[in-house]
């Protein structure tokens, strides 16, 4: 069985009546993808006049379409255990609910304290972000938790909000944010 991939890029958006774009997360590595197949993704980022949320993989994604790097966050130290060695084994992760700092006041973190307790599942993280983003949150494992562009609706976070419970509500109070602000957005 063969598979056929559709790529869009802004134009495509644009013609769509969308709210909002989410970009979520992926397990590909980024050195698998040849600079093609990321040419509309990134395309699509930078030309699209629709709010964007991208979501662990996605928030890279946005990161390095705005001239940003990424990569593993680090290799486990001898003798540290790796919680989950069948994904990416010998490198370190952020699994389960943890807590992210808010470094900067913003409308994506509405209603919300100094400290977040969100959902975490990755390997890899931003190294540096773009000019065109300012990062407004970090936790002691990952220094770039959430990005928002300077002067356009566009966010990343590292961390998954639409995984959430009644213990860690904080991940559904970021998705009713960017909501809202994508709502704003298109009036």
Not at 27 to 48: F, G, H, I, M, N
Not at 134 to 163: M, N, W, Y
Request: proline share 7%; aromatic share 10%.
């Amino acid at each position: 069985m063969s598979q056929s991939f559709i790529w869009l890029d802004g134009s495509h958006l644009d013609e769509l009546p969308l709210l909002a774009m989410v970009i979520s997360g992926n397990r590909t590595d980024w050195e698998k993808y040849t600079p093609s197949q990321l040419q509309q993704p990134y395309e699509a980022v930078r030309s699209s006049n629709v709010p964007i949320l991208g979501i662990c993989g996605g928030h890279q994604l946005v990161c390095k379409a705005l001239g940003g790097s990424v990569g593993p966050m680090r290799r486990l130290s001898e003798g540290e255990p790796d919680p989950y060695p069948r994904y990416m084994p010998g490198y370190f992760k952020e699994r389960g609910y943890s807590a992210v700092r808010i470094r900067r006041e913003h409308e994506l973190f509405a209603g919300l304290g100094r400290k977040i307790v969100v959902h975490q599942s990755h390997y890899c993280e931003v190294k540096e972000v773009p000019d065109a983003l300012e990062v407004l949150a970090d936790s002691p494992s990952c220094k770039i938790q959430a990005v928002a562009h300077r002067t356009r609706p566009i966010f990343g976070v590292q961390f998954h909000p639409e995984t959430f419970d009644q213990a860690h509500p904080d991940g559904r109070t970021v998705l009713e944010n960017f909501f809202k602000i994508a709502r704003s957005a298109r009036r």
